[in-house]
């Protein structure tokens, strides 16, 4: 069993930057990729990034040269640092672990980029 708990959404400004937190309770062992999904309004869940067991990442077209995925194996927690943020941005984003056989959602946190 894996628990996901996200954090670091809010309002921010075009050009703007925000880090996101998932911190990862239970079985960390078991996980084989962890990955950021974002939800817009009206839109289908979308893969933003992800990163496997052996560090091989992978980025959604949209967000390569703007948003980094990273993990810290000490606290049990993988972060989107994302920066120059733009309006289509806005969206909820979800963190997401894949152990091979069992896929955990975090409950969300919600990221608007207005003026």
């Known amino acids: 069993q894996v628990q996901l708990v996200e954090s670091g959404g809010g309002l921010v400004q075009p050009g703007g930057s925000l880090r996101l937190s998932c911190v990862v309770f239970?079985?960390?062992?078991?996980?084989?990729?962890m990955g950021w999904y974002r939800q817009a309004p009206g839109k289908q869940r979308e893969l933003v990034a992800s990163?496997?067991?052996?560090?091989?990442?992978n980025y959604a077209d949209s967000v390569k040269g703007r948003f980094t995925i990273s993990r810290d194996n000490a606290k049990n927690t993988v972060y989107l640092q994302m920066n120059s943020l733009r309006p289509e941005d806005t969206a909820d984003y979800y963190c997401h672990a894949y152990t091979g056989a069992y896929s955990y959602w975090g409950q969300g946190t919600q990221v608007t980029v207005s003026s």
């Open positions: 239970g079985n960390i062992f078991s996980i084989n990729v």
């Open positions: 990163i496997t067991r052996g560090s091989l990442i």
